[in-house]
C-alpha cells in the first residue's frame, strides 16, 4: 500500500478575494491549475465589490 502524503506536503494556494491560504483537495486533482477560489463564497464574491456600496444604501 502506497503510504498517504501529510497535510504539510500538498500544495496551496492564497484566495484572491479572502486572501486566505487553502490546500489542495482530492476533488481538485484535475482541474487544480484552473482552481482560483478557496470557496463557493469567494467565486460569487469575486466581482461584487460594487454591490457591497448599493447594500448600503437599502
Not at 12 to 38: H, M, N, Q, S
Request: hydrophobic content about 20%.
Amino acid at each position: 500500500m502506497a503510504r498517504q502524503r501529510s497535510k504539510s506536503d500538498l500544495p496551496t494556494k492564497v484566495c484572491p478575494v479572502c486572501g486566505l491560504p487553502f490546500t489542495w483537495r482530492k476533488k481538485w486533482a484535475d482541474c487544480w491549475d484552473e482552481v482560483k477560489y478557496c470557496s463557493e463564497r469567494c467565486r460569487r464574491r469575486k466581482n461584487s465589490d460594487h454591490s457591497k456600496d448599493n447594500t448600503e444604501d437599502r
